[in-house]
């Protein structure tokens, strides 16, 4: 009898095994997950408690109330807007809706690795441009498409090097990529970015019929833990999405929360100003300990450990949780001497810093 084994590309998947804060009585200081350090919106904790009281009852399939928030929010059709169990879903159910077995996917270099796990997940093959510097090389994505590019995954910006690329840049790859290649923009931290030369992507979405805009509750909204996504694109490929995921996956609390978060303008101002600070802050001090930093928009940014026989990433990072801190590393990007480091409250970042200090000098 031949031995029961799962599909060629799952096989290639090596499951998430993050560190996790030692359950030890000390209070760690968690900055290896991209979260949100001021915790969630008041208003989405309000109506998640309040929806508790009914939780014996399913969640509403349609997602009518948080679409219509989302779509007042952002100025979008409600009709071409899906939700999904955080936007990791989204990234599967539409890898797994337009791609598979002899598809290409492509992906950029050190892009988000949610990316790939869905494209080995589905069966497709996943196709690597080269970045520039840690930025997407528009170019180099574009020289890559063929007659089988199905899907192109563009995080902008991206996680884990926080770089993005301006609207222009985006647009350019929508004109150079196949009509039949869906491009798949993943926002997710579109509110910490606002340069004038970026966007969302919302207006790619509304003059082209494949290119589909994904988004997050996770980030500025702080509701990580209760899984929230969305998407925004063209009719066709939201029907697909809708007829191959779960009428239930997104739980009535989550939509609850999350079309409450939408009307909290304040939680979202102090996250920006917060993030404004300190992540100036927290790139000059780590340059100024010895790191180096690349460019962020983000949350988050991505440093380089100098080379030193002597000390290389792990060492940092036993440091590091010696005094009680945990980093991101960074190797399955392709980034073997890199940590991502997420800015937190005002002293989790001076403790890390004063931390890395301490071995850096
Ligand atoms: C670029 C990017 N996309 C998508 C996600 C998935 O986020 P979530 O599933 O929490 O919405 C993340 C999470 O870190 C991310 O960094």
Request: glycine residues 8%.
């Amino acid at each position: 009898m031949d031995l029961l084994s799962p599909r060629p590309g799952v096989v290639q998947i090596k499951p998430y095994r993050a560190q996790r804060p030692p359950k030890d009585g000390r209070r760690w200081i968690d900055l290896s997950l991209t979260q949100n350090p001021l915790g969630p919106s008041p208003a989405a904790l309000a109506a998640y408690r309040n929806a508790a009281s009914h939780i014996h009852r399913y969640p509403d399939w349609g997602q009518d109330a948080l679409r219509h928030a989302i779509a007042r929010r952002h100025s979008v059709d409600v009709d071409h807007i899906v939700c999904s169990a955080g936007s990791e879903e989204l990234i599967h159910l539409v890898t797994q809706a337009f791609a598979g077995p002899g598809d290409e996917v492509l992906c950029h270099e050190h892009g988000y690795r949610g990316f790939l796990k869905a494209v080995r997940a589905a069966g497709a093959t996943a196709v690597i441009a080269a970045e520039r510097d840690m930025v997407v090389d528009v170019q180099a994505m574009i020289d890559r498409a063929n007659e089988r590019t199905k899907l192109c995954f563009l995080a902008n910006p991206n996680n884990p090097t926080g770089t993005y690329i301006p609207i222009e840049a985006v647009q350019r790859l929508r004109a150079g990529l196949p009509s039949h290649t869906l491009l798949v923009l993943d926002s997710a931290y579109a509110d910490y970015c606002r340069r004038p030369d970026y966007s969302d992507g919302t207006e790619i979405v509304e003059t082209s019929d494949n290119v589909l805009m994904i988004q997050t509750f996770s980030k500025m909204h702080g509701l990580a833990g209760l899984r929230v996504g969305w998407g925004y694109g063209p009719a066709g490929v939201i029907e697909a999405i809708n007829a191959i995921r779960n009428a239930f996956n997104v739980g009535a609390p989550a939509q609850a929360a999350a079309t409450a978060a939408l009307t909290d303008r304040d939680h979202e101002d102090a996250t920006y100003a917060h993030n404004a600070v300190w992540l100036p802050w927290l790139s000059r001090e780590l340059e100024r300990v010895g790191l180096r930093v690349y460019p962020s928009v983000c949350n988050f940014v991505l440093a380089r450990v100098p080379p030193d026989p002597s000390m290389g990433v792990q060492a940092v990072i036993d440091h590091l949780a010696g005094r009680g801190i945990l980093v991101k590393p960074v190797a399955d990007y392709g980034l073997p001497d890199c940590l991502r480091i997420t800015v937190g409250r005002e002293e989790e970042s001076k403790a890390l810093i004063a931390a890395l200090a301490e071995i850096l000098g």
